[in-house]
């Protein structure tokens, strides 16, 4: 066991029947998909994310909103799951009721074989129309930027929550309610301040679970947290496994 692991923690994971994961952007960031708040590169350098993922900057110009979600599924489409995101998709197999939320919008956990995903912020890989709010599986390509819907003719975006915009409903219900009753809460690569998803960890260690925070960093869940492990998720996620089931 490395030493970062305490061995309450081990058995604790061991024995509970019901644990919760929260994952953001850090869980990915060993598959190279850059962390939401890591300084954008190349001709996006320039822009704020938090500038090009709202409703208002696509009606004002679509055209480069668009653009913008093609680059971004472009690093997406090359990535891979890494050790950190089988981690969590072996707990899965181990625990009888886990539940995994996660603010990521890369698909990545699916993929890494994780089967109960609440993805709290949509999937980048899927597409709906602006004004009905519909997903839509393909369209002509008439070579406009963005597509039209084959239904209405309205704009197609990604099928993403951008700030500002509501959660899936029954997603946010179901994660609330995982984390209000779990025994183990695991808040990994986020940085824990953007709601509602912030408060998850919250109301899990208000219900009494044991909260262990996965991140090189300090975020705002730093000090309050049962457990802080400090590292890479791709490290400690697998040797918390070993650490749990494989000793
Ligand atoms: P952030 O980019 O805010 O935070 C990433 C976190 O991952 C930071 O706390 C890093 O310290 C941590 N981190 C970096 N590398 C790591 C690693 N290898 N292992 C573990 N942790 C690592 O991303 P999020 O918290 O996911 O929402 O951001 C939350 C939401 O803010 C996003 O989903 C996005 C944005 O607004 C929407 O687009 C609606």
Redesign the pocket.
Known sequence: MTPALPAALAGLLRSAKRVAAL?????S??SGV?????AQTGLWARYR??EL?TPEAFLRDPKLVWEWYEWRRGIVGKARP?P?HVALAEMERHIPHFTLI????DGLHREAGSRRVLE???NIRRTKCFDENLVVESWPDTGEVPPRCPRCGGLLRPD????G?M?PEADLTAAVEAAENCEVFLC???????EP??SLPFYALRAGATVVE??????PLTGRASYSLR??????LPALVAAAWKH
């Open positions: 994952t953001g952007a850090g869980i960031a060993e850059p962390t939401f708040r890591d994310p938090e993922a890494n950190g996660t603010q990521n919008v709290l912020h949509g993403v929550v951008w700030f915009e959660l990994v690569g986020t940085s824990a301040v953007v998803a912030a996965v991140n090189p960093g300090k975020t590292g890479a998720a791709g490290e400690l």
